[in-house]
């Protein structure tokens, strides 16, 4: 019953979960525009995470 729970959540759940939060206009897709800032934010995350560790 358990293992069947975690199968009812699609492999692909955690990168659809991204993309709706990067479609800033909502029409479905990832343009260029949200894919900067989705660089934008692995930059600084980046950054951030160097900084902490160093
Ligand atoms: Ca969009």
């Given at each position: 019953r358990i293992r069947d729970g975690h199968r009812e959540?699609?492999?692909?759940w955690a990168v659809e979960k991204i993309m709706q939060d990067l479609d800033e206009n909502g029409d479905g897709e990832v343009d260029f525009q949200e894919f900067v800032v989705l660089v934008a934010t692995l930059t600084v995350a980046c950054n951030t995470f160097f900084w902490e560790n160093a």
């Open positions: 959540r699609p492999r692909g």
